[in-house]
């Protein structure tokens, strides 16, 4: 590699980590603080909240090198992945494993400075993030694995705050879970004719015609176990507000996938970003006032 070529292949690098797309960093941290924010009671140690915060952009970012690994010969053959890194040869699927062990070695390092219960379930998280791209193999719901990945946060922000790992943290895994599959399955719905031509299996096509009910009952029971989680708390009118707010932006997307195009499906998606940040919000007023 010559001097010249160095700026191009770190440019590569970022595009294969999505930096410049940080919507998955979100849709991994809000569930991540929510879970920071109820164990600490409204005041989570601060060097835990960025180590976490630093910690989810790295997993991230080592989640998509192993999930285009994975697909580096499906992506090709879709349209929305054809100009991926990997897909065009700008960098090598030995490159991209390495820049995988990399990243997982630097969040690892980060997870050293916590208490051993954390360490251990940042060991379950690091198979999870590595073992989700290849679910979409042989199972149609590779989103509701992807829920589990997305989520793990959840237990370890209550581990790392809190010492333990309660009831409401696995609800809030749950509801996590329902949430990922629905705007996932939105995500899905975009690539869905070019799945169906190369085999590759999704809850898009798992559901077909009852893609929209099946995301609005999931919609509903990942913010219905959320109230219930919020009545277990004591949690008040900010977290309703919170909630309500999350219900209108699950309207909105709704009427976005209304019929499947593949834009409005992707605005949809991107949408959860909203979502997911109301119901933080509303988590933090409640421990304001």
Known sequence: MTAATVPNKLVAYAQLMRLHRPIGTLLLLWPTLWALWIAGQGHPPATVVVIFAVGTLIMRSAGCVINDFADRDF???VQRTAQR???????????????????????????????????????VGAVLAATYPFFKRFTHMPQAYLGIAFGWG????FAAVAGTVPTVA???????????VAYDTMYAMEDRPDDLQVGVRSTAILFGRWDRTVIAVLQLAALG???????????GGWYAAGLGGAMAFGIYQQWLIRNRERGPCLRAFLNNQWLGGAVFAGIVLEYLT
Do not use: K, Q
Request: hydrophobic residues 65%; proline residues 6%; contains cysteine.
């Open 154 to 157: 959840i237990p370890m922000g």
């Open 75 to 77: 992506d090709p053959h």
């Open 170 to 180: 696995w609800l809030l895994l749950l509801a996590n879970i329902l949430w990922t």
């Open 85 to 123: 890194p990997l897909a065009t040869g700008a960098v090598s699927p030995g490159e991209a494993v390495a820049l995988f062990v990399g990243l997982c070695l630097v969040a690892f390092a980060l997870v050293l400075t916590l208490n051993r219960l954390t360490i251990y379930l940042a060991l």
């Open 225 to 235: 176990l959320m109230a219930w989680i919020g009545v277990r708390l004591g949690f």
